[in-house]
C-alpha cells in the first residue's frame, strides 16, 4: 500500500501530524509512506524515520500535481484541507481519508465563544482519519527527529532555561516588558531561542544578565535551535511551533497562551506514559479568549489583556518547580 500525507505547513502544525505518520508506519505491514509539504518547510520532517519519500511544493502546483501521479498511490491521507490539498485530491482520483478540522467549531469558538469543540487533540484527530486502514494512536505522542550531521550547540553545561520568545503573530507573544521581568527573576541560566525576527528582542533581554542570558535568535537553524530545546531543563514558551518540539523531546514545557488557547484542542500532547511536567499559564475568565485559531497582528479589543495580565509570579513558581 503506498499513502501519500499532505500537510503544507507550518512548524507546529508538521509536528502536530507526526503522530499519523508513526502510526501508519508501524501498523500497516509493508505501507510506503510519503510526505508532501512546503518546500520551506523542508526541515521540519526531512529527517523522520517513517517517511520513505518526500514531495515538497514551492510555487508551481501543477508540476507537483503531475509529479506526483507517477506514483499511483492507494489513498491520499489529506491533513491540511484546503483548497490547495483539494486540487491535488481532484487531480489525482484517488480514494482519501481526511481528518476532522472542525473549522465550523472553531469558528464558533473564536468569533463567538461558543465552545462546541469535540474533545480530542488535533494529534489523534489526524490519527483517527486513519481508522478505516485499521490504525489507532499508540499514545506515544509527538516526533521530531534531527539529522545526525547537526552538531549540537553547547552553552551552559549544568542545564538551562530555554525561552521560546518568537511566535508567528503579536498577539501570541508576552510584551518584552513581561520578558524582561521573566529574565530577571529566573535564577538560572537562560538560553533565548527564536528566529531571525526575534534578534533585536533577544539582544535586548540578554542585556538584562549578559553572565546568565544568551541570545541565540537568528544565529542557529531550526535543527540546532531544537537541539538546545532538547537539553533544556524547562521550555517556556508561546503558542509556537518550538513547543510542541519541545513536547516531542518530553521536556518540563510552560505554555503561555494568548490570541489561542488550549480549547482549539492543541494543547502540548506528551507520550501517556511520559513523566514530563506541562503547565498552561492561561489569563482566567477571559471572554474574548481564543480570538483566533492562529493570533492576530493587534488585540481586538484594544486591551491584550490576555498577555499583560499573564500570572508572571505563578510562571515563576513553576520554572522552580519544575527545575527541581
Known amino acids: ?27 500497516i ?11 520551506s518547510m523542508k526541515a521540519v520532517s526531512e529527517a523522520n524515520p517513517y517517511v520513505d519519500q518526500f514531495h ?38 484517488v480514494p482519501y481519508l481526511s481528518y476532522n478540522k472542525l473549522s465550523v467549531e472553531k469558528f464558533l469558538l473564536t468569533k ?50 530555554a525561552l521560546v520568545i518568537g511566535a508567528s503573530y503579536a498577539t501570541k507573544k508576552l510584551p518584552i516588558e513581561s520578558l524582561q521581568t521573566l529574565c530577571a527573576q529566573i535564577p538560572h541560566p537562560i538560553v533565548l531561542v527564536g528566529g ?53 523531546f518530553e521536556k518540563n514545557v510552560i505554555a503561555i497562551w494568548g490570541a489561542t488557547s488550549p480549547a482549539l484542542q492543541v494543547e502540548p500532547l506528551m507520550p501517556v506514559d511520559s513523566k514530563a511536567q506541562v503547565f498552561q499559564s492561561i489569563v482566567p475568565d477571559l471572554s474574548c479568549q481564543p480570538c483566533s485559531n ?3 497582528k493587534t488585540c481586538p479589543k484594544g486591551h491584550f489583556a490576555c498577555m499583560k495580565k499573564q500570572d508572571l509570579p505563578e510562571i515563576l513558581r513553576q520554572v522552580e518547580k519544575m527545575w527541581n
Open 29 to 39: 505491514p509493508g505501507v510506503e509512506i510519503h510526505f508532501l509539504t512546503k518546500k
Open 294 to 296: 492562529f493570533g492576530t
Open 56 to 93: 515538497y511544493f514551492d510555487k508551481d502546483l501543477a508540476s507537483t500535481i503531475q509529479e506526483l501521479k507517477a506514483y499511483k498511490f492507494d489513498y491520499i491521507i489529506d491533513l491540511h484541507k484546503n483548497l490547495r490539498s483539494l486540487r491535488i485530491r481532484l487531480a489525482l482520483g
Open 112 to 161: 463567538f465563544h461558543v465552545n462546541n469543540m469535540a474533545d480530542r487533540h488535533i494529534s489523534l484527530r489526524s490519527v483517527d482519519a486513519l481508522a478505516p486502514l485499521g490504525v489507532v494512536y499508540d499514545g506515544k505522542g509527538l516526533d521530531y527527529f534531527v539529522p545526525s550531521e547537526v552538531k549540537e550547540p553547547t552553552f551552559f553545561p549544568v542545564g538551562y532555561v
Open 1 to 27: 500500500m503506498r499513502l501519500l500525507f499532505i500537510r503544507f505547513s507550518a512548524i507546529g502544525d508538521i509536528v502536530l501530524a507526526s503522530p499519523a505518520l508513526r502510526c501508519a508506519k508501524q501498523q
Open 196 to 248: 531571525k525576527e526575534e534578534k533585536e528582542d533577544g539582544d535586548a533581554l540578554a542585556l538584562v544578565d549578559p553572565s546568565r542570558i544568551v541570545n541565540t535568535c537568528g544565529t542557529y537553524s531550526l535543527h540546532e535551535s531544537a537541539l538546545m530545546v532538547a537539553k533544556a531543563r524547562v521550555v517556556i514558551s508561546h503558542d509556537t511551533g518550538m513547543l510542541y518540539i519541545a513536547c516531542a
